[in-house]
């Protein structure tokens, strides 16, 4: 606090973050994960260097539909720790080797209760705490807009689509704008719909467990979706028929999917580090790389509706943020002294 330089602490890990102080500040818990691809769990680390120590929070925390990680520790009182997964609650770590135990709800409100901060309660024991925290209410809608493209202007209000409190998300149009597809969340399961624009008729295709993301085909018959599960992290893609039925594992190593190229026999997906969009085809399975950089993330990519063209939003770490035009050969992305930038 007085100054001076930085030391690393558990330097050896892929991912550390949100760094928690012990009560008497000789350690330091965290949120980290030791290797790519490894699990994410709590682990203590001390304050002045040394091996860190897995808590195995990760096994008996509790994890609300649709999440893929491990909560975020937020304050460290007496032998527990606060967290929030949309309700409050706290782990016992027991004392010495610092093993997570079964967790404690705090409360029960039908809000998100996030970014607990806590204090221990004057006179009491060190398990009575007096705590601040955040209830907030979202809602996620769909909305349309219209459009004059050619002069990149608005010609009217936004309507919302569907006037409830359904949470839906990653909507799709097919490409004659007539069949929308979206992902929706219910009370207890997620799913994906499909909804008729013109009579407003919607068929819910499939329900699930875990949240996803979802994409129309433009032809309008077929969706594809990827689930966010935790044995799955959004590298499979799957298929089903946008009026319900059986679903079709299309891919194990794909990733996370951004929409269809238009000659709707391809899925165009995003993966990597740094970040890079491919192609899988339907019919075979076949993956191609259509644009990346060796050293920057790209971070979204969509081909114009003759397939001729890549628009996509590209991010060195030393320059502009931009977004860019290029040509596509053959479906790939053209080299870099053909971009375009908009």
């Known amino acids: 606090a007085s100054g001076g330089s930085p030391r690393r602490l558990a330097e050896t890990f892929y991912a550390a973050r949100d760094p928690v102080w012990s009560p008497d500040g000789k350690r330091i818990l965290f949120l980290g994960q030791a290797e790519m691809g490894g699990e994410r769990d709590w682990w203590v680390v001390p304050s002045d260097g040394g091996t860190p120590v897995r808590t195995g929070a990760a096994a008996v925390l509790p994890r609300s539909a649709g999440r893929d990680t491990s909560p975020l520790p937020r304050e460290w009182l007496g ?5 929030s997964t949309g309700n409050l609650w706290r782990l016992p770590l027991s004392s010495g080797s610092f093993q997570a ?37 979202l809602s ?8 004059d493209l050619n002069a990149a202007k608005v010609l009217g209000e936004p309507v919302n689509l569907i006037a409830d409190g359904v949470r839906r998300t990653t909507p ?25 624009l013109s009579s407003g008729a919607e068929t819910t295709v499939l329900q699930v467990p875990n949240d996803l993301r979802a994409r129309i085909s433009p032809d309008g018959s077929v969706v594809a979706y990827n689930l966010s599960a935790v044995d799955e992290k959004e ?10 039925g059986d679903t079709r594992k299309l891919c194990d190593t794909c990733g996370m999917i951004y929409g269809w190229a238009p000659d709707g026999k391809r899925i165009i997906y995003r993966s990597g580090n740094p970040m890079r ?3 899988v085809e339907v019919a075979t399975g076949r993956q191609t790389v259509i644009l990346s950089h060796p050293k920057y993330q790209v971070h979204a990519a969509v081909y114009s509706p003759d397939g001729r063209w890549l628009a996509m939003h590209f991010a060195p770490t030393d320059g502009p943020r931009g977004i860019f035009v290029l040509p596509a050969h053959d479906g790939v992305a ?6 375009i930038s908009i």
Do not use: M
């Open 140 to 147: 996620t809608r769909l909305w349309s807009l219209p459009l």
């Open 101 to 137: 135990g079964p967790p404690e709800r705090l409360t029960t409100g039908s809000g998100t209760e996030s970014f607990p901060r806590a204090i221990a309660a004057p006179g009491g024991k060190n398990t009575n705490w007096r705590i601040v925290f955040a209830n907030t209410q």
């Open 334 to 339: 053209g080299p870099d002294s053909e971009w």
């Open 172 to 196: 799709s149009l097919s490409a004659d704008g007539r069949r929308l597809a979206y992902a929706f969340r219910g009370l207890d399961n997620f799913g994906i719909r499909v909804r008729d």
């Open 277 to 279: 969009f491919s192609t």
């Open 79 to 83: 032998n527990h720790v606060l967290y």
């Open 235 to 244: 590298t499979v893609i799957y298929l089903v028929s946008s009026s319900g």
